[in-house]
């Protein structure tokens, strides 16, 4: 059974699948942010996530464009715009970590006075530690917390059962919960 929300993303997908720009510019509105959202707490990074926000829906409009009378046709937007999101932001880590390695590297480990600020702090410190869990607790954090998806849109999203996504949100939240109580231990010291 399709959710209230899915049957109008149908009703544009086929729109959009057409050709109609306009269609599709209404989907963009509609997900944009909570893409931009997940792929910032998998990169830390406001260009990238920007580019690869983008990159996610250029290639969705592409797949939608190619495919809208065959089998590959986009059933589950949402679900496909994550997929497709995380895929991009693990080729780009793919490609990058060299890269990576030399900037953290090269980066001061203090930063300026005028630049820290509490809240900035708290929120670098939540971001390290979501980065630090292996990437399916970071998914399933990010969808079910910063995104506020239900046990069911993640599971769709993940392609897991419901229960399998309380299980893993549950050793996700015990994980994280380390990570956040380890990091803090070490800015005390």
């Not at 509609?30 to 998998?42: A, D, P, Q, T």
């Not at 190619?66 to 895929?87: G, K, P, V």
């Not at 979501?130 to 995104?147: S, T």
């Amino acid at each position: 059974m399709k959710t209230s929300q899915e049957q109008p993303d149908n009703c544009l997908l086929k729109h959009a699948a057409k050709g109609d720009k306009q269609a599709f510019g209404l989907l963009y509105q509609k997900y944009l942010n909570e893409i931009y959202r997940f792929v910032y707490y998998k990169t830390g990074n406001e260009g990238l996530s920007e580019d690869l926000t983008e990159e996610t829906f250029i290639r969705t409009w592409e797949r939608l464009i190619n495919s809208h009378d065959d089998e590959r046709s986009i059933n589950h937007l949402r679900a496909w715009l994550y997929r497709t999101a995380n895929n991009l932001v693990i080729d780009y880590y793919r490609k990058r970590k060299p890269v990576q390695l030399i900037e953290k590297l090269t980066r001061s480990k203090q930063p300026l006075p005028e630049e820290v600020t509490e809240s900035k702090d708290i929120s670098e410190l939540l971001m390290e530690s979501i980065k630090a869990l292996k990437p399916e607790f970071q998914q399933i954090i990010i969808l079910r917390f910063i995104n506020q998806l239900s046990h069911d849109e993640t599971a769709a999203i993940m392609k897991i059962s419901p229960g399998y996504s309380r299980v893993l949100q549950f050793r996700a939240l015990k994980k994280l919960k380390a990570n956040l109580t380890k990091r803090v231990g070490q800015h005390v010291q």
